[in-house]
């Protein structure tokens, strides 16, 4: 032992032999910190309720992981989410690493009145759904696990995982499952709603490589779901969002794919944003599925001239990769192509942000069943830069592997969609969006009657019941019924809500 350590372990011996035996045992165990005060928060019909700071103290002493309260390091942090529009604070934070903690939190948020609940996983909402004011986070970013078994070729990935992790440890192995196109998404919010990428229309989404669930429901239940078991709820957590309940583990078959893939962007100037877009409307719906083909129009921030192109990802044979870009190469001469042989794990983050928060962003979006000329002058004629911000059309490829599967096949009803269209502004976090904000809604008048219902994962705060059950088309009355089953109070509703009926 070291000589200080002697010291102080001696001292504090000495001192604990000089008090009574019932004091000497609380010295021993009296918890460090104080019980905390009781704290207001609301419920998630928005009811005021008042949580005795004792049912705090316990629900700490029930976690392995930490309650967060408005003043206590690292609640700054753990509060905010990618996007910095959405600055709210909620009136604590249960910070979970693993099953029990997930139950204890749902208990007490259910216990408790029912209290407005968040779940955050990567954080990458735009529409702010993984935050709340003055109502409980569930905050999953320290339970991250990835664990691959390339025999079974299965890889059992925990709630809080981001998906760039799953791609590092199945790539290991030449195996991988088909996620999203940002390496710091997160696994749970992009796969319980369906989980589009450079894979998708290879392997499908990546809802539909799953293979299994463990999921803890309102009633703080653990339960597994799979083809043999709670089958109903298998069904809903493939489409269905956040709705049922916090997926603690997704279960994914892993397909056999050589590292190495071909990966860039063609990009055009502005100027020929019909061109591209043209060609995209004709020549998607019919792209091997080992081409996946996204296509975007940018006007960056600062007048830096704006450009129209493709990313591209082929994931076929090099023999096949020419014939399959031949199109876009009629498109004449590009300003930019940097396509080329890459790893695919590099490829995956390579549209990473490194500063995320920084930006400001406003999000809207909708399936198209087809991209006509009429769609090509609604999108080009009105799309206007303004130096103050980014402004982004985009396009995440539908068709493929994700329209082979039938529409009531799982709770991801869009099948027949030939892309997720999405326009986007972003700004620095610091300026006013006010005008941003106004002209995209405004210039989204204009496209949205080209639209047929929108991706869950990209719900907007603002959205109806009606448009919202709309959406779920054929699919609604049987989410309704696994949502009286398994939620029917409605603990889980910052999503693109299924209301219970019960
Ligand atoms: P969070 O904000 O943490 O969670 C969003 C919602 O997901 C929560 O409100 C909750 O309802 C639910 N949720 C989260 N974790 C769990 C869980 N473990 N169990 C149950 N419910 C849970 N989508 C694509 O399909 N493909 C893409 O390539 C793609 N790229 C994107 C890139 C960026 C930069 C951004 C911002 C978004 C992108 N998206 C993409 C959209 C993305 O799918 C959604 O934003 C998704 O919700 C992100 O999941 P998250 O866990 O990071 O989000």
Not at 51 to 68: E, P, S, V
Not at 325 to 353: N, W
Not at 388 to 402: D, Y
Not at 481 to 490: A, E, G, I, S
Request: glycine share 12%; charged share 20%; proline share 6%.
């Amino acid at each position: 032992m070291k000589r200080r350590d002697f010291f102080g372990s001696t001292l504090t011996a000495a001192a604990a032999l000089a008090l009574p035996r019932r004091d000497l045992f609380g010295a021993i165990y009296r918890p460090a910190s104080n019980r905390p005060q009781d704290i207001e928060a609301v419920t998630g019909d928005g009811r005021s309720v008042t949580l005795a700071g004792k049912a705090i103290a316990d629900l700490k002493a029930r976690l392995r992981g930490q309650i967060l309260l408005a003043g206590d390091t690292g609640y700054e942090d753990a509060r905010q989410i990618l996007n910095p529009s959405f600055d709210k604070y909620p009136a604590l934070i249960a910070q979970v690493t693993g099953v029990a903690d997930v139950r204890a939190a749902v208990d007490f948020a259910r216990d408790n009145g029912g209290l407005l609940l968040a779940v955050k996983c990567g954080g990458h909402s735009a529409s702010g759904q993984s935050t709340c004011d003055k109502g409980m986070m569930i905050d999953l970013s320290p339970f991250r696990d990835v664990r691959v078994d390339p025999i079974a070729r299965r890889a059992r990935v925990t709630g809080g995982s981001l998906l760039g992790s799953l791609d590092h440890e199945t790539m290991a192995y030449d195996l991988v499952t088909p996620m999203g196109t940002v390496s710091h998404t997160g696994i749970g919010g992009l796969v319980t709603g369906g989980g589009f990428g450079r894979l998708a229309r290879r392997y499908g989404l990546s809802v539909d490589n799953l293979v299994g669930v463990d999921v803890v429901t309102a009633d703080g239940q653990f339960r597994r779901a799979s083809a043999e078991e709670n089958p109903d709820l298998f069904w809903g957590v493939r489409g269905g969002g956040g709705n049922f309940g916090i997926v603690t583990s997704f279960q994914f078959q892993l397909h056999p794919m050589q590292r190495q893939v071909l990966g860039g962007q063609i990009l055009f100037p502005l100027a020929r944003a019909k061109d591209v877009l043209s060609l995209y409307g004709e020549y998607a719906p019919r792209t091997p599925d080992e081409l996946q083909l996204d296509c975007h129009i940018v006007q960056p921030p600062g007048g830096a001239p704006g450009v129209a192109g493709f990313g591209i990802c082929w994931s076929g044979s090099p023999s096949g990769a020419e014939a399959a870009l031949a199109p876009i190469r009629q498109l004449g001469r590009p300003i930019q192509d940097t396509v080329a042989p890459m790893d695919y794990v590099a490829l995956q983050k390579s549209g990473d942000v490194s500063d995320p928060r920084a930006q400001g962003t406003y999000v809207k979006s909708g399936f198209i069943p087809s991209l006509p000329p009429q769609l090509v002058n609604a999108i080009v004629d009105r799309f206007e830069g303004n130096p103050a911000r980014s402004t982004i059309m985009a396009f995440q490829q539908g068709g493929g592997a994700i329209g082979r599967v039938a529409p009531h096949a799982t709770a991801f009803a869009q099948r027949d969609a030939q892309a997720n269209m999405l326009c986007f502004v972003n700004w620095p976090s610091t300026a006013d969006p006010t005008e941003h904000i106004a002209w995209i809604k405004q210039y989204w008048t204009g496209l949205e009657p080209f639209t047929h219902g929108f991706y869950v994962n990209d719900v907007e705060a603002e959205m109806t019941a009606a448009t919202i059950r709309e959406n779920y088309r054929a699919n609604h009355d049987r989410l309704v019924q696994v949502k009286n089953r398994y939620d029917p109070k409605n603990l889980f509703r910052l999503n693109a809500n299924v209301r219970p009926t019960v």
